[in-house]
């Protein structure tokens, strides 16, 4: 195939694929602080995308804003099509059910056990639940899945950070989402931990056929698991490419993140 061809197939690819969710010219400032200043992203269906930026660069703002837990300045957000800011209490939650969030930390409810932690959504979400039936089996199932089982009874402070992030993984993937989002999903833990998670995450994305969105500080799980890679720098998407495209560019900016 000639570079042309490949461009064009490559551009004709991005243009069938269904768009998860488009974030359009989006803004948000602190007093006088614009952490967000005009940024766009969107995520294809069965894409793994992964967000990197320094820390503080508004990483956990801009995920925020797409979940509706934050509002934006100005901007526009489009989830499968719907446009979050327009919709009502009800849709908005109905839409959430689409989408598992793996909060930065692991954000587990500490006063409650495992299994409540996991059930936490399915009551949350009776509705969609009617479609997909049993919760103990689906709190069962879900931890099964990521090798927990055996820690339906604990309190999350009796398990080690790493099992925690797994659990959250769990919980995070109960109601079946469409979209995960990832904060940091490695931060904190040792490499051989890390790694797992890695894993954990190339499992979900084969198994159910999720569409990711990855935000790491992590060069190697950046690495391992990015079909594509946006640079958030100075509030705007910045740059935007395969691992290696960008690893091989000569500006500054996107160079600081191989180093
Ligand atoms: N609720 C808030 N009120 C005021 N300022 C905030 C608020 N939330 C975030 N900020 C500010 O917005 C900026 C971006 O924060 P954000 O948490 O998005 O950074 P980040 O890119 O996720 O960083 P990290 O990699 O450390 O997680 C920071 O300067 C932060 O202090
Ligand atoms: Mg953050």
């Given amino acids: 195939m000639s570079r042309l061809e490949d461009i064009q197939s490559r551009v004709e690819d991005v243009l069938t694929r269904k768009r998860m969710f488009e974030i ?17 992203l969107e995520l294809f269906e069965g894409e793994n995308l992964v967000i990197m930026g320094k820390s503080g660069s508004g990483k956990s703002v801009m995920i925020k804003c797409l ?42 409810y500490d006063s409650m056990t495992v299994r409540e932690n996991l059930e936490f959504p399915l009551r949350r979400h009776k509705r969609k639940l009617g479609v997909i039936g049993d919760t103990d089996q689906l709190v069962e199932e879900a931890l099964e899945n990521v090798g927990l089982l055996s820690t339906i009874d604990l309190m999350p402070a ?11 993984l769990a919980r995070a993937l109960i109601l079946r989402p469409k979209i995960i989002l ?23 994305q084969r198994q159910y056929q999720t569409s990711s969105l990855i935000i790491t500080h992590d060069i190697d799980c950046a690495r391992v698991v990015s079909e594509r890679i946006v640079l958030l720098v100075d509030g705007v998407d910045y740059a935007q490419g ?3 495209e960008l690893a091989a560019s000569d500006d500054e900016k996107i160079q600081a993140f191989f180093k």
Avoid: C, H, W
Avoid at 24 to 40: C, M
Avoid at 91 to 104: H, K, S, V
Avoid at 158 to 168: D, F, N, P, Y
């Fill in 67 to 108: 979940v509706g837990l934050m509002q934006p300045d100005s901007g526009s957000i489009k989830i499968m099509d719907k446009d979050i800011t327009t919709l009502n209490r009800k849709d908005l939650d109905e839409l959430r059910t689409e989408i598992g969030f793996l909060f930065q930390g692991s954000a587990l």
């Fill in 242 to 244: 395969t691992f290696e």
């Fill in 158 to 168: 009796e398990l080690s950070g790493g099992m925690q992030r797994r659990v959250a």
């Fill in 182 to 204: 990832y904060d940091e999903p490695t931060s904190g833990l040792d490499p051989i931990t890390a790694k797992e998670i890695v894993e954990l995450m190339r499992r979900v």
């Fill in 24 to 40: 359009r010219d989006l803004k948000k400032r602190f007093g006088s602080k614009d952490v967000l200043n005009g940024f766009n």
